[in-house]
């Protein structure tokens, strides 16, 4: 079990430092970021300057290799902009972010167990069909589309809620409805597959025929023997709920850390960039450690692979 855990933590640090790297020169790609902080007539000189004062005008890889040595000391620089240090900033915000991807997952929870699990139950009946559109169209419809279709509804129409921004619970409505529909279209599909498969075992029929009520018969024999497969997924999912809030703050004004990364991106702040890249792969890696650990704790054959 040592050797599993020994070798999955080394896959976590791999992991880390891939995504560091390729986001290193890929947003080296997007320019040298000194033209945004230096007025457009303003000489060459002053330019190179500038360059200098901030390293970027020395090779790449020895940028890269400083970088790296320092990342690995939790020391990502400081942001161009307000001269503060980028770790920081970024674990502010990462608060605001967590509890927007928890309250999504929660609501997404709510929605799509009982909904999978009725659309199994009641197969083929008018209450399937309807459960796998919503299942359809909830995992096509992009994101952001959905985000503004609700502000122009429920903020600018109805003015029920507002459009964006934090600092209340009535803030977080709209966000973790848009960021929650993916999940639910996407659990509801597996709950309704795993209630499916449980439900064809020879003992769920042994107790259906023995007289077991409906509701004893769903709840505590299929759906407590389908909760596995589904645990698993939701835990996988809030790394990806964590990612995925980048678009979802960015449509509504959240100041989480997807917001910030946006923000980073345009003013070509690498070193909020990159210490936001590194906070949120360090927590889907970290979160896929888990269930990987907790996988070869439940099933010893898997800690041979």
Request: net charge positive; aromatic share 10%.
């Amino acid at each position: 079990m040592l050797d599993f855990v020994i070798k999955r933590l080394i896959q976590v640090l791999v992991v880390v430092l891939l995504a560091l790297t390729v986001v290193f020169f890929l947003i080296r790609l997007s320019g040298d970021p000194t033209v945004l902080f230096l007025p457009p007539d303003a000489p060459r000189e002053q330019i190179e300057q500038y360059s200098e004062m901030l390293g970027f005008n020395r090779p790449l890889y020895i940028q890269y290799g400083e970088f790296m040595l320092n990342a690995v000391q939790g020391d990502f620089g400081q942001s161009l902009r307000s001269r503060d240090d980028a770790l920081p900033l970024v674990l502010d915000r990462l608060p605001a972010t967590f509890q927007l991807a928890i309250s999504a997952l929660i609501l997404s929870l709510l929605i799509s167990i009982p909904l999978g699990v009725l659309t199994a139950f009641k197969r083929n009946s008018i209450f399937d069909r309807i459960g796998v559109a919503l299942t359809v169209v909830g995992q096509a419809v992009p994101s952001f589309w959905l985000g503004l279709l609700l502000i122009f509804l429920f903020a600018a129409q109805l003015n029920f809620l507002p459009s964006g921004g934090g600092g209340s619970p009535v803030h977080l409505i709209l966000p973790t409805i848009t960021l929650a529909a993916y999940s639910i279209a996407r659990f509801t599909r597996f709950t309704r597959s795993t209630m499916l498969d449980v439900l064809r075992k020879d003992y769920i029929r042994t107790a259906k025929a023995s007289g077991v009520p409906t509701f004893r018969l769903v709840s505590r024999y299929a759906l407590k023997n389908s909760l596995i497969p589904i645990i698993t997924l939701v835990a996988l999912d809030l790394g990806t709920l964590l990612g995925g809030a980048v678009i979802t703050e960015v449509v509504f004004a959240w100041p989480g850390i997807g917001r910030l990364l946006m923000q980073s991106l345009l003013n070509r702040d690498f070193p909020i960039v990159l210490a936001g890249v590194f906070i949120i792969a360090l927590i889907y890696a970290v979160i896929n450690f888990i269930a990987d650990v907790l996988y070869a704790y439940v099933n010893p054959q898997i800690r041979v692979k």
